[in-house]
């Protein structure tokens, strides 16, 4: 999946590691961290040097409970950080539910736009994406962040996400927009509930059906605490190590989203090593 920008190609032949960025006051695992933009583009750059294969940087955070931002203070937290990383040999994602930051992070040069309301949020959305040459993330939530974790609700949570990503490819390739162009993401923690989370984890290969690679990010996620003991958000590295492993195994068409891309790396790159050496379909015995 070849990159406007960058003069790099996304190969889903193996697994890849997305650093997440957050630009904001409030997010759940980093918020009011990096409020600086020279701060924010050397924690990219360390990113990339870490292994990361995309740097994914949002401007609103979309934690459970969190309020839509004013899309111009969304444009002026990120557009500052964009400009930075012209050289950044990561690919560079745009995570946004508004067309206004959407046009600004392409006028910037960015790869990717990262909507996690699979551009439905935002009427524009759909149009802006579909003029771009960029590959676009179309990532399942139920509801909107504010309410999304009040009462999450379904007949049957995998195919319920699987039903609602297909519809929403459809709805991309009537606009103009390549199935090629498109990566789909679950949501884990948007709009569910601990069971469906790990309904969704369980049977993530089923997604490989609709011909698209997946992005799955579990870093720091509620759910890790819950299967723990409820261990405080920077004290889930082993959880989110052993989700990451565990999406892995379930197809290398993917790339796992994380705030600690050092140490997800060697997860990620022998999880690359053991499917190149699995034998061929034809040669196996199971």
Same mark, same amino acid.
């Given at each position: ?35 600086? /933009?020279?701060?924010? *583009?050397?924690? !990219?750059?360390?990113? %990339?040097? &870490?292994?990361?294969? +995309?740097?994914?940087?949002? @401007? ?106 297909? /519809?929403?490819?459809? *709805?991309?390739? !009537?606009?103009?927009? %390549?199935? &090629?162009?498109?990566? +789909?993401?679950?949501?884990? @923690? ?97």
């Amino acid at each position: 999946m070849p990159l406007p920008r960058n003069t790099r190609t996304l190969r889903f032949d193996q697994p890849m590691v997305m650093g997440i960025l957050n630009m904001t006051p409030d997010s759940f695992s980093d918020g009011g961290r990096l409020t600086d /933009a020279d701060a924010a *583009a050397e924690a !990219a750059w360390h990113m %990339a040097e &870490a292994g990361a294969a +995309l740097v994914d940087i949002g @401007g609103e955070s979309t934690r459970p409970g969190a309020k839509p931002v004013w899309e111009q203070d969304e444009i002026d937290r990120v557009a500052p950080v964009l400009e930075r990383l012209g050289a950044l040999s990561a690919g560079v994602s745009l995570d946004t539910r508004k067309a206004a930051v959407m046009r600004a992070g392409l006028k910037a040069g960015v790869d990717i736009l990262n909507d996690v309301s699979a551009l439905t949020w935002d009427p524009e959305s759909l149009a802006v994406a579909a003029a771009s040459p960029c590959p676009i993330v179309l990532m399942h939530a139920q509801g909107s962040p504010e309410t999304m974790q009040d009462a999450p609700a379904y007949a049957d949570a995998l195919l319920d996400v699987y039903d609602w990503l297909e /519809a929403r490819v459809l *709805a991309c390739e !009537a606009a103009g927009i %390549a199935r &090629a162009r498109l990566i +789909l993401d679950p949501g884990v @923690g948007f709009g569910k509930a601990l069971r469906h989370n790990l309904d969704v984890l369980n049977g993530l290969s089923l997604f490989h059906a609709l011909g698209c690679p997946l992005l799955v990010g579990v870093s720091r996620k509620r759910f890790i605490g819950a299967l723990g003991r409820e261990e405080p958000v920077d004290k889930r590295l082993p959880g989110t190590l052993a989700a990451v492993v565990h999406c892995l195994a379930q197809g290398h068409r993917s790339c796992a989203c994380t705030t600690w891309p050092r140490p997800s790396r060697p997860c990620v790159s022998g999880r690359a090593c053991a499917m190149r050496r699995s034998p061929p379909d034809s040669l196996r015995n199971d």
